[in-house]
């Protein structure tokens, strides 16, 4: 029994230390991760890129060069961390959409009223609108998440996390797009 109780003691006291000690690795390897020293936000940097820019002049804009990521595919990205990135998608023929993935959290704005998805469905069925328009109607401005030749893209994310992309020509402004997530 005495030596029951022992090997219980020894096992706890083991099971302690290794969660202690792994638990302060894991916070030592993430803090020692390297912090990506860039020019701008991942929000503010797509402001600035062009689909016309080449690989080159997106890493002077951003201030560091790009890496290809397995993970997400064989094109350039710009990994600022874990949950923002932005992504160089060449199609060929000058079919080009640099793309951000931001971090939904981060976009939350208790300004925005999104619509119901019928009333989306009925604008867009009555001749769309503009994304001026619609920066009226939901009450502020959207998060530009991706361009192209043909079109840009915005997301909207109201204060319970609710996302709203929308896409909007290039050409004639309107809205061609828009989806829930």
């Known amino acids: 029994m005495k030596l ?8 706890s006291v083991l099971c302690v230390l290794c969660f202690i000690t792994g638990c302060s690795k894991e916070e030592s390897d993430e803090n020692n991760k ?3 020293k860039a020019n701008c ?24 060069e790009s890496t290809i990521d397995a993970m997400i595919g064989s094109d350039p990205v710009w990994k600022f961390d874990s949950k923002n990135w ?3 998608k060449n199609f060929g023929n000058n079919d ?7 971090d939904k959290e981060s976009l939350k704005n208790d300004n925005i009223k999104l619509p119901l998805s019928s009333e989306l469905q009925t604008d ?11 920066v009226k109607k939901v009450g502020g401005e959207g998060t530009l998440t991706s361009i192209s030749k043909g079109s840009r893209n915005y997301t909207w994310v109201d204060k319970t996390g609710q996302r709203l992309s929308a ?15």
């Open 96 to 102: 080009i959409t640099i793309q951000a993935t931001i």
């Open 167 to 181: 896409t909007f020509n290039n050409e004639s402004g309107k809205c061609t797009v828009a989806s829930y997530r």
């Open 34 to 36: 390297e912090k990506v």
């Open 4 to 11: 029951k109780n022992l090997m219980l003691g020894f096992i």
């Open 41 to 64: 936000s991942v929000v503010e940097c797509m402001k600035k890129i062009e689909v016309t820019n080449t690989v080159e002049e997106i890493n002077d804009i951003i201030g560091f």
């Open 124 to 134: 867009l069925n009555n001749g769309s609108f503009t994304y001026e328009e619609f």
């Open 86 to 88: 932005i992504s160089f």
